[in-house]
């Protein structure tokens, strides 16, 4: 099955901005919109972003999401000590008929 | 508020069967498609498979082919996920996840809690 390439690992000080890059295809970010989950260990994945750069109600502006052809990205400025999570992206797979997830990035708050 | 309810996890031998349940509440279940994702232990997202709405729709990740079969009872507010011939590499938490829209290539916005299966001898 393929996968969605992302760093697995990113950090940053509190305040600071980081960027989680998310590299795929022509048959996934290529072609369909991406979204954004948040993971704490042994919980459920959030929606964070969806169609590439929407926030559900409820999601702070301090995170944004981005897509230029194969590629996307996640943006979280002003970096805080709750933002320590795993961090995936996620697009519909042409070929797969379903969707295919980022191989994770997990961030941490030095 | 949404809530997705998943259970039938457990350890089950290589070889054996087993059937997960997500009970779904706060929407209106009849319209939307639903997903099952697993995550191995200390791994990253794996989609399983997914139904429309009407459960006449269903597609699988390659590695399940054959072997799960899902399917929803909308009367009941239920989606399943039948495990048969399960191996080693099945195990994970299993997550249901409801599609964000009632569109077919959408991906999920609310998901369950997860329930853990184990294929162990």
């Known amino acids: 099955q393929s996968v969605l390439t992302q760093p697995p690992s990113a950090s940053g000080t509190p305040g600071q901005r980081v960027t989680i890059s998310c590299s795929g295809s022509?048959?996934?970010?290529?072609?369909?919109?991406v979204h954004w989950y948040q993971q704490f260990p042994g919980s459920a994945p959030k929606l964070l972003i969806h169609?590439?750069?929407q926030r559900p109600s409820g999601v702070p502006d301090r995170l944004s999401g981005s897509k230029s052809g194969t590629s996307a990205s996640l943006a979280i400025s002003g970096l805080q000590s709750d933002d320590e999570a795993d961090y995936y992206c996620?697009?519909?797979?042409?070929?797969?008929?379903?969707?295919?997830f980022g191989t994770g990035t997990k961030v941490a708050v030095l | 508020q949404v809530q997705l309810v998943e259970s039938g996890g457990g350890v089950v031998q290589p070889g054996r069967s087993l059937r997960l349940s997500c009970a779904a509440s706060?929407?209106?279940?009849?319209?939307?498609?639903m997903h099952w994702v697993r995550q191995a232990p200390g791994k990253g997202l794996e989609w399983v498979a997914v139904?429309?709405?009407?459960?006449?729709?269903?597609y699988y990740t390659d590695s399940v082919k054959g072997r799960f079969t899902i399917s929803r009872d909308n009367s009941k507010n239920t989606l399943y996920l039948q495990m048969s011939s399960l191996r080693p590499e099945d195990t994970a938490v299993y997550y249901c996840?409801?599609?964000?829209?009632?569109?077919?290539?959408?991906?999920?916005?609310?998901w369950g809690q997860g329930t853990m299966v184990t294929v162990s001898s």
């Open positions: 022509s048959s996934n970010v290529g072609s369909n919109t």
């Open positions: 996620a697009a519909w797979d042409d070929s797969l008929n379903g969707p295919v």
């Open positions: 996840a409801k599609k964000k829209s009632g569109t077919f290539y959408e991906l999920p916005d609310y």
């Open positions: 169609t590439n750069s």
């Open positions: 139904t429309s709405s009407d459960g006449v729709y269903v």
């Open positions: 706060g929407f209106n279940f009849n319209i939307y498609g």
